[in-house]
């Protein structure tokens, strides 16, 4: 687990929110609206973080500023890819769309994220 959590936060933190991956390539430092999944479902589930709270919360707050505010007149939930300059990630039709699953999961994550950044 732990080796797992350094290699994640090592290879795809970038100071604001996580990489879509580690390969320098075009869009690799896409802003994935569903990158804290696996926080969300390990803290649904009662196990540990993922990453430390401070990533997650910054990260989700990234999501929101760029994949869900700047998308849709925010109504439409949020998008699954966006660029660090503000548009649409473009390299692929599901980057493009709006999951109903991933926004509640992503407003999960965030009521989880900020709740416990408040109790601290």
Known sequence: YERGREAYENLLWNGRYFNYDS?????HDSIMADQMAGQWYARACGLPPVVRPKLAYASL??????????????????????????QVDSSSMQSREVWTGTTYAVAAAMLQEWGAAVED
């Open 23 to 27: 390969s320098g390539e075009g869009h």
């Open 61 to 86: 707050q990234t999501v929101y500023d760029f994949n869900v505010l700047t998308f849709g007149d925010c109504k439409k939930g949020a998008v699954n890819g966006m660029r660090p300059n503000g």
